[in-house]
């Protein structure tokens, strides 16, 4: 039995969103526990070069939406990169799962070679549909949200693999 274009985007990115929310939910409470300042993790990055936690939670919010809309060939919705609080993130993450949800397997399935143009860095970039979700799209959520995780758990919030990987 093959793979639908459906059920291996949004299924996949509603699930890692979700435990994109609860390692969230842990940060805030981890923060309120030690009486952090939530700032201090929103602000924080891996390297002084790579976007800090706000713009890495922004870009697996965009990456998962971005990809259903085009593979179903509707508009990306816009949501404004001002989310600058825990409750603010996990309301953008409501947001794109409310969104990805609206989107149906017939909406998708069938997208493989739907041609999907990216306009990154001033240079445009062409792909199958089948191409943009396996090589480009999946790929760039998880690194956005094992960063986002790497973040959180580097500057102390008591994380596991389990937290990433979230219940079956």
Do not use: W
């Not at 969103?17 to 952090?36: F, R, S």
């Not at 790929?139 to 079956?168: C, M, Q, S, W």
């Amino acid at each position: 039995m093959s793979v639908s274009m459906y059920q291996a985007s949004v299924p996949v990115f509603v699930r890692g969103l979700h435990n994109l929310a609860a390692i969230l939910h842990k940060a805030a409470a981890h923060a309120h526990a030690k009486d952090i300042m939530p700032e201090f993790f929103l602000n924080a990055r891996l390297a002084p070069d790579m976007f800090a936690l706000v713009r890495q939670m922004q870009i697996v919010s965009d990456t998962a939406k971005g990809c259903a809309a085009r593979l179903a060939g509707v508009e990306v919705p816009s949501f404004a990169d001002t989310e600058s609080s825990f409750p603010e993130l996990q309301a953008r993450i409501a947001r794109t799962v409310t969104f990805l949800q609206s989107i149906t397997a017939q909406q998708l399935d069938g997208s493989e070679a739907r041609p999907i143009t990216l306009n990154v860095h001033d240079r445009e970039i062409h792909f199958t549909g089948q191409d943009y979700l396996l090589g480009f799209a999946i790929p760039n959520f998880y690194f956005h949200l094992t960063t986002a995780y790497g973040i959180l758990r580097h500057n102390g919030v008591e994380l596991g693999k389990a937290d990433y990987l979230g219940n079956p």
